[in-house]
């Protein structure tokens, strides 16, 4: 399912049009994504938990050149299901 497909799923099943269920949806993404930004998690009891994760600075090699590089250490975005999700998956 891509974006207009959830949009359109989403307004028919709330009532709403495509246009509102739109904005809902941006407002939805970019609040989640303001909280990862200032380190908070977002907890949607039953569907899952959204939270930054820390990778540290780690070794590599340019495939390249054979090259030990060093990589630098960064955040990254990440999802755990919750239960309700987990056994409706699993269903």
Known sequence: ???S????????SAG?????????LKAFVENVS??????????LIGFGTFSVGVRGERKGRNPKTGETITIAASKSPKFK???????KVNK
Not at 5 to 12: C, F, G, Q, T, Y
Not at 16 to 24: G, I, M, V
Not at 34 to 43: C, H, P, T, Y
Request: aromatic share 0%; hydrophobic share 45%.
């Open 1 to 3: 399912m891509n974006k």
């Open 5 to 12: 497909e959830l949009i359109d799923a989403m307004a028919k």
């Open 34 to 43: 303001i909280a990862l930004e200032k380190g908070d998690d977002v907890s």
């Open 16 to 24: 709403l049009t495509k246009k509102d269920t739109e904005a809902a």
């Open 81 to 87: 299901a919750g239960k309700a999700l987990k056994d």
